[in-house]
Nanobody
Framework: QMQLVESGGGLVQAGGSLRLSCVVSGRTFSNYDMGWFRQAPGKEREFVAGSTWSGDNTDYADSVKGRFTISRDNAKSTVDLQMNSLKPEDTAVYYC????????????WGQGTQVTVSS
């Protein structure tokens, strides 16, 4: 069974940086596209960033382009999200997600890590 475990969340002031990490086990990591999503209180979960299985292609929500960077290490089965120039509106629970590269939907999720940005 695939397991995804996020870490790196916390409290940071506006303008600061955080790096989230997700460690994946139980499946061949390089067969999976990986994504980061977030859910703020009272809002629906939204896509933040994604990486194809090879890492050659990445995608970002417009709200984080130029500030966040997704990266993966297939040898270590990890995917990171570097978040710079954080804003209070980035406050949310951040989730790591995986989808097999032949699928279109994310099917495996981590438990989430809280990111709080103070103004």
């Amino acid at each position: 069974q695939m397991q995804l475990v996020e870490s790196g969340g916390g409290l940071v002031q506006a303008g600061g940086s955080l790096r989230l990490s997700c460690v994946v086990s139980g499946r061949t990591f390089s067969n999976y596209d990986m994504g980061w999503f977030r859910q703020a209180p009272g809002k629906e979960r939204e896509f933040v960033a994604g990486s194809t299985w090879s890492g050659d292609n990445t995608d970002y929500a417009d709200s984080v382009k130029g500030r966040f960077t997704i990266s993966r290490d297939n040898a270590k089965s990890t995917v990171d999200l570097q978040m710079n120039s954080l804003k209070p509106e980035d406050t949310a629970v951040y989730y790591c997600a995986a989808r097999h590269r032949v699928l279109t939907e994310y099917t495996n999720w981590g438990q989430g890590t809280q990111v709080t940005v103070s103004s």
